[in-house]
């Protein structure tokens, strides 16, 4: 299902963070038609366009949240600071009650203050995608939706999960901005033939797949007792891994392991914020996968774990905390911070050549930043893209667009009203958080 | 010096994020007048008063930035992702060009950024500090402003770094919202004499003393092959250690060393940020020094090793950070979090009867954060303060007064241009840019 596309617009004297293969950033006119960009460089042709004075601004790459579970909003602080198991014991007690419209509500809120803070595609994880698909149409985000496959016996899903993720991919395969893919959950909750379902499924379909991998030591010493392998390595030996798949977290590998997923083309969904909020106690291999070929790109994780859907504020944890780990502080400099966030991202969904630069034939996804904000001084061309990384706040993305489309307008939702979002949103959170357990 | 204070004003029915003995979230009406907190609970007496309806928002105290180096604002970005020699080369070699006027414009541009972020307090590190009091003064902040001492044929500073303190001491004492006080920089640059010289200025005036200590491994063991001594117990057995002491960093310190601290009543300012970009390579104590007794409050240092002067980012980044290196999910939990960014921080200035809560007879220093902001959902009381520590965004905080005076009013600087600043921050940065070594 394709949409119409907005007016021919072209951007004029824009400061360009391009994130093309050069990663030049230039001063440069943009012209964005039929959803997608025709021109970056000097003198863009201004007819049957409407030519915005852009002098003032950045244009910068839509961030790619490689990791979420948006449905999960309503739910933001409801375990924090907890130990795993009681946090994991009060998802899943709360989880046993969400319906289709509470989730369809925390889609709305999470994807609104996704593009507000300049992430125009994400890839999720969870079950009810239709309502998340909905939402994503709804408020004309790029939504890569992950249906949550665990085996029969451990879902609280109505009918056999891999039949519901094949009828979630068949339902929404030819919409424009919705992907649908198919997710294993992780080893703890799926045997072999669910890993296997899933990936004949993708591979019929050519559909991604989306999985948490070695998240914690737990599922990895557990795993290893049941199975005499660690969790990466038995995927491997069962013939599951394959391009075409992203792996979230992927803190506890060995070396290994890192070669086996990056050989086998296995992208990771780096999830820094949630591995040390929820205290994984390592810090995962983020160096050594790019040194062995893997594209990483960056995860916020759900508001329940991070609490935070901000890839700005990723960015710099991220980079910080790889480098104090190396004790190098030239680990993760800022370019390549930002390119775990736009190219990389784009790359582990195997949408390089659609998404995540700027460049003439992409997709028109990106962010107007604004220059003279307070956390972008001192505004110099040579920095800007440190200032992405390190210091710069949500409150600068101007506006954004999807698809040449404008979906945030001076910090407004365009195809929205957050005040609507907002009651849905605490109305979902008043009914589940009442099933907490006491 | 006093100045004129606001007319009184009364906030109508906000939620009242108290930071109080017991941690009260409460709906209250707050009344400030003559700079101070008159009333907090139910029904403010609002004669004489402008009256607010303050339902929409969360009054919050202010926030205590406990380390940073504000006129270096310039820099920011300038010597990034570099080994600490590299970072320190580019540093020292364009310090060597700084004027009294780029330091003021510095100031200017991070009071404001701060100011914008809810910190209405900040501890500072620096020379030419009659600069940052005038900004201080200008822009309506709380500023701790100490001059730094290094002993005189290690500075580039004109005269005897120790009597241009006192001199910046004496200048400075009575003004309302500057708190002059002596700063010597640390081991690698300060002999004992300058050390205990700075401590008897400290008693002589009663004023506070601040200093960087045990900050890297090269630090400590240089100190130590120098004197046979780690620094923090070298102060010790030098005399120096006392209480109205604020150390920053403190990161690579013994068990002996955090009593010791501890003991003699020293407060600790962790820069987390700083320390994982510079790749300072451990953590500092956190939990352990406060289990000891220790005042702990969160600096950002410079936006030259940050590169944010967010104390909403230094909370998540510093709980996280704490939460993974303990293999403990409960550690530093949220209440904590704003404690060292509150109350704690005002207690390691010596001010926890003045600042850092909302109470009776307290100073006015607070920021107004509107709960209907989208990185505030769902906006349920008993999580506001988790929202706070982990996932609110600057653009949230509408307005923030200090001593009763409105200083930040829907986002914008009442008492500065934002864009005049910013003018004067380019123009500085243009200068000191040119300065980098090649």
Redesign the interface.
Known sequence: MSEAHAAPRVFRNALVVTQDATRRVVRADVRVEGGRFTHVGPRAPGEGAEVVDASGVALVPGFVNLHTHVAM??L???A?????AG?LETLFAVDAHRTEADVEAGAR?GI??ML?GGTTSFLDLYYFQDAVARAVEALGARGFLGWAVLDPEMTTQQGRPLDNAAGFIARWRDHSRVVPLVAPQGVYVCGADSWLGARDLAVREKTLVHYHLSETRREVSEHEAKTGRRPADWLGEIGFLGPGQVAAHAVWLTGGEITRLAQAGVAVAHCA?S???????G?APIVELRAAGAAVGLGTDS?AS???L?ML?EM??A???Q??H??????L??QQLLDLATIEGARALGRADAIGSIEVGKQADFSLVRL?H??L????PE?LV??LA??A???AIESVYVDGTCVVDH?RLVRGD??AI?RG??SA?DTL?SARPK
């Open positions: 909003h309503p933001r602080g409801i924090d600071d907890r130990e795993l946090f809120a609104a203050e507000l914020s591995n040390l909020k929820l205290a994984s106690g810090v508001v991070n609490n935070s901000s504020r710099h944890l980079g910080l905390v480098k104090n190396h004790w190098d502080a030239t680990v400099p800022a003279d307070p956390t001084q001192p505004a110099r920095v440190s200032h390190y210091s706040a949500e409150e910090r957050w005040e907002r949103l605490e959170a958080w």
